[in-house]
């Protein structure tokens, strides 16, 4: 079971955008919209921010967005606000039933 | 609201056993799937295992099918992860997980398991 690719780091000024790409196979995230984005802050439980490729959860700001093409999927982050540093994970369903996470990407403002 | 409380963790030797638990509260148990996702310190999410709602289906990554069990009793509302032949690489927090739609909507805080010698 491998695991999807995420860039290790990202960054943005504050008031920008970044973008994070989580790269699968037509296995899991270019076969599936079952693709989900979490965030970490350093010590605390994980939270759901966008669910079936680009479904906001209620009480997620909208500044979150998410798509896919092939079998690659995006989490960007509009209008950056320090309170957005944190570690950010996808992950999919898989072929085998599985689910599968991205290795995480830390996001940092600068 | 809901709620999952992790329990059962601690310090084990390699080769040992732990049963971890999750109670659930503020839903009905029985019509969600349920997960165990760890972290290892300083690591990334790993999914680990997940039940369907009367447990006749369950699923296991690689790394731990044939030395980790998932189990659930609706009627207790708990979820849990026996665990055996542990290894040191199965050190972690694990959290259990509520699901829909094969995302991960509502986490517990979080068991931290320990192996070591």
């Known amino acids: 079971q491998s695991g999807l690719t995420q860039p290790p780091s990202a960054s943005g000024s504050p008031g920008q955008s970044v973008t994070i790409s989580c790269t699968g196979t037509n296995s899991d995230v270019g076969g599936y919209t079952y693709v989900s984005w979490y965030q970490q802050y350093p010590g605390k439980v994980p939270k759901l921010i966008i669910y079936e490729v680009d479904k906001r959860p209620s009480g997620v700001p909208d500044r979150f967005s998410g798509s896919k093409s092939g079998n690659t999927a995006s989490l960007t982050v509009s209008g950056l606000q320090a309170e957005d540093e944190a570690d950010y994970y996808c992950s999919s369903f898989t072929d085998n039933n599985f689910l599968v996470f991205g290795g995480g990407t830390r996001v940092t403002v600068l | 609201e809901v709620q999952l409380v992790e329990s059962g963790g601690g310090l084990v030797q390699p080769g040992g056993s732990l049963r971890l638990s999750c109670a659930a509260s503020?839903?009905?148990?029985?019509?969600?799937?349920m997960h165990w996702v760890r972290q290892a310190p300083g690591k990334g999410l790993v999914w680990v295992s997940r039940i369907n709602h009367d447990g006749s289906t369950t699923t296991y990554a690689d790394s731990v099918k044939g030395r980790f069990n998932i189990s659930r009793d609706n009627a207790k509302n708990t979820l849990y992860l026996q665990m055996n032949s542990l290894k040191d690489e199965d050190t972690a927090v694990y959290y259990c997980?509520?699901?829909?739609?094969?995302?991960?909507?509502?986490w517990g805080q979080g068991t931290l398991v320990i192996v070591s010698s």
């Open positions: 997980a509520r699901s829909a739609s094969f995302s991960f909507h509502h």
């Open positions: 503020g839903f009905t148990f029985r019509n969600y799937w």
